[in-house]
């Protein structure tokens, strides 16, 4: 297997809603209804580098299906990684979180990745939330655009895009 | 393989907003724009427990993918599940709904399931009714967070948390 | 293996919030609170067909986990796909775009299928913009639902469902 090691610059933007929740013990469900004329959103953006490393002594990517026969475009190949993501391009630089799930070669005829993960942050205030990404990576354009699709701890609510 | 026969209580909370459709017949697309000032959301809690069961006479889980080199965190490892969910902590109390889809260990170093799945529930109301749910889950955390990404049929729109 | 050919109608519908963001460059993030009274949203309706190939000379369908023991519902069988969606029902009319990725049998009683794709538009102005899907397709019922849970390009911050 040729070796990938790629280093892509993810920036996140998304949108919080804010939520009222009223809970109500005992029960499979409650619903309470909320008219709401102001809504207040906050934006964050996070900026980082992703390091997927599918070869060499330490291997941040594992392939999981590995097909008979290989395609030009590897279709159906699909890779498990827990990737690391830093603050700044060299790999040694600040961890501020880890990529984890799949990646899939989705299509006969371009280099384009399936991409289901979950980006955990472990940096400051974004320590133990994570951000649910579900999207296409075109791997050789130069700007790429997933979305986020949800999130976890203050990533609740979340939606958004990397690129 | 060992066993794991897990059994967990799940919570979730999710924000429905209402929306309106115009749908005009006969071409691939059409655009409509809706100024609101106002809008209603229903905030739905569910209340329910998970039994995953990856062994015995019958299995809840299938493996789907099996590495030849099995590492300490099982990173890379793959099930394909068809849980049921129910009413209390006792399997054979009242089946709420099923959890079908995929979850697999993607953590060099912790035991972190990446889950993506469909909750689809048969009780009440909720009948034909599903969250899509795609997240980490710490399977040894006291508490853990998944986001709910989406719904169909009275969820449609939803979005939220799983703990 | 069964040849399986479907040919399914898409109809789309989804919302796009407007969102405003500020960028500050030089750190890891940055947030900033939008207190906003009014919404834009922008409604769009796609209408398209599906067409999938498990067999025959042009697949668009690869099966990328067979099992040893099949089932009757081929519980944990799971395929790439790479298929076109087309304007009119017949496969050889206008071309709209794509839909990659993975569909999975999710189910130990029914033909339910876990799907997680990303639909990649090639026509007009939804020319390199994409949704990204995540759901059960219960096969054989009339009238089937999945969830939209996120997207890129002009659907950004996209959400809805499709049908």
Redesign the interface.
């Known amino acids: 297997m040729a070796s990938i090691a790629a280093q892509t610059l993810f920036k996140l933007?998304f949108?919080l809603?804010s939520?009222?929740?009223?809970?109500?013990n005992g029960?499979?469900?409650?619903?309470?209804?909320?008219?709401?004329?102001?809504?207040?959103?906050?934006?964050?953006?996070?900026?980082?580098y992703f390091h997927d490393i599918a070869d060499g002594k330490h291997p941040?990517a594992?392939q999981?299906?590995r097909?008979p026969n290989k395609t030009a475009t590897s279709?159906?190949t699909?890779f498990?990684?827990?990737d690391p993501l830093t603050?700044k391009p060299k790999p040694t630089s600040k961890l501020?979180g880890?990529a984890?799930?799949?990646y899939?070669?989705?299509?006969?005829?371009d280099l384009?990745l399936?991409m289901?993960?979950?980006f955990?942050f472990s940096?400051?205030i974004?320590n133990g939330s994570?951000i649910?990404i579900?999207?296409?990576n075109a791997v050789l354009d130069a700007v790429r655009?997933?979305?986020?699709?949800?999130?976890?701890?203050i990533?609740?609510?979340?939606?958004?895009?990397a690129l």
Chains 1, 2, 3 share one sequence.
């Not at 655009?145 to 701890?153: K, L, N, Q, T």
Request: no cysteine.
């Open positions: 933007f949108t809603f939520a009222f929740f009223i809970e109500i029960e499979f469900s409650r619903q309470s209804i909320n008219m709401s004329t102001k809504r207040m959103e906050k934006i964050t953006r996070l900026h980082f941040t594992m999981i299906i097909l279709f159906g699909t498990m990684v827990d603050e501020v880890r984890q799930g799949i899939a070669f989705a299509s006969q005829s384009w399936l289901v993960m979950s955990a940096e400051g974004y994570a649910s579900l999207g296409q655009e997933m979305s986020i699709v949800g999130g976890s701890g990533f609740r609510f979340a939606r958004g895009y």
